[in-house]
């Protein structure tokens, strides 16, 4: 790296440190807005799990999660008995059961989505004036480019 260089890696370093703790803020803020449920982390992974990638085995969620099938086990027969997830035959392979969330699991997530996107649009509104909203606007498609693969 040349001598030009340090000062833009100096700032990009110091930028990302700034971001981190200011997402990491937004997100503790935004977790408090949730409605009260008395999940673990893990529960809470594997839920958000399910939910992106589809039903699946616990073969195939603790290989996902990177634990093994027993933790998953456990994870999953927690989650099963607070009526959360659900388990069907594999419709390819009757051996196998596809665990997916249930009505209730999907209330629960989307009334916690909504608590929090509410409370963040009324912060919005609150704290920001317009000219700040917009420059907020612009801003997203640079955060979101951060978080492309």
């Known amino acids: ?14 930028l990302a440190g700034a971001l981190r703790d200011i997402v ?3 997100k503790r803020r935004l977790r408090e807005q949730s409605p009260p449920h008395d ?6 992974s594997v839920l958000s799990l399910i939910e992106r990638q589809g039903a699946g085995s616990i ?3 603790a290989r996902l999660e990177g634990v093994r099938p027993q ?10 008995a607070a009526g959360l997830v659900s388990g069907a035959p594999d419709p390819a392979d009757g051996r196998r059961t596809l665990l997916s969330l249930t009505p209730a699991c999907r209330d629960m ?18 704290r920001l004036s317009a000219t700040e909203q917009k420059r907020l606007h612009d801003a997203m498609a640079l955060l979101k480019r951060l978080g492309e693969p």
Do not use: F, H, Y
Request: no cysteine; glycine share 8%.
């Open 24 to 26: 990491g803020q937004l």
């Open 109 to 126: 997530i989307r009334a916690g989505r909504a608590a929090r996107e509410d409370w963040l649009a009324n912060r919005i509104r609150q």
């Open 59 to 61: 073969s195939d969620l």
């Open 39 to 44: 999940l673990t982390w893990s529960q809470v």
């Open 71 to 80: 933790s998953m086990g456990e994870t999953i027969a927690a989650l099963q």
């Open 1 to 14: 790296m040349g001598k030009t260089d340090k000062p833009a890696a100096d700032a990009a370093l110091i």
